[in-house]
């Protein structure tokens, strides 16, 4: 009677320690799904400023086009025969005569900004400016720090 009580007793320390192991690695993966959600919570919290970030910057272009479209059909109105030099005068800040464009630039987040650059043609009726550039790039130049500080021994 002896021996088999010993043998349940090794079982039921078996046993809880096969149980312990289990709760343990529940735990352990738990904790990690949690840390993978936080980081994939803060992601697309990031994404989403980013985005609302650009749409906000693009909406102001739109508004800048108008305006610019507006301007320029002024100009025909104005001086029908040389409409570019209404636009010379009107326009102080961001006008290329080279190119008979403007410029603007709109800072966004993370030191990018938004650069539109329209194009004034005087031979379409309807629509005055047209779009020669717009895109996003980064105002600041930034350097990606590869150095591994390591122990030499000292």
């Given at each position: 009677?002896?021996?088999?009580?010993?043998?349940?007793?090794?079982?039921?320390?078996?046993?809880?320690?096969?149980?312990?192991?289990?709760?343990?690695?529940?735990?352990?993966?738990?904790?990690?799904s949690?840390?993978?959600?936080?980081?994939?919570?803060?992601?697309?919290?990031?994404?989403?400023?980013?985005?609302?970030?650009?749409?906000?910057?693009?909406?102001?272009?739109?508004?800048?086009?108008?305006?610019?479209?507006?301007?320029?059909?002024?100009?025909?109105?104005?001086?029908?025969?040389?409409?570019?030099?209404?636009?010379?005068?009107?326009?102080?800040?961001?006008?290329?005569?080279?190119?008979?464009?403007?410029?603007?630039e709109?800072?966004?987040?993370?030191?990018?900004?938004?650069?539109?650059?329209?194009?004034?043609?005087?031979?379409?009726e309807?629509?005055?400016?047209?779009?020669?550039?717009?895109?996003?790039?980064?105002?600041?130049?930034y350097?990606?720090?590869?150095?591994?500080?390591?122990?030499?021994?000292?």
């Amino acid at each position: 009677m002896a021996k088999s009580e010993m043998k349940s007793g090794a079982n039921i320390g078996s046993a809880s320690l096969i149980l312990i192991f289990i709760v343990l690695c529940l735990g352990t993966f738990g904790l990690l799904s949690l840390t993978s959600a936080k980081n994939d919570l803060d992601l697309a919290e990031r994404n989403g400023a980013s985005v609302s970030g650009y749409y906000q910057a693009d909406g102001e272009g739109e508004a800048f086009r108008l305006e610019m479209e507006q301007l320029a059909a002024e100009a025909v109105r104005q001086n029908p025969s040389h409409p570019e030099d209404y636009i010379k005068e009107a326009l102080t800040e961001g006008y290329l005569p080279e190119e008979q464009a403007v410029e603007r630039e709109i800072p966004m987040e993370s030191g990018q900004a938004l650069l539109i650059k329209l194009g004034f043609c005087w031979d379409n009726e309807e629509e005055r400016t047209q779009v020669l550039q717009w895109m996003v790039y980064n105002r600041e130049e930034y350097e990606i720090d590869q150095d591994m500080p390591v122990w030499s021994g000292e």
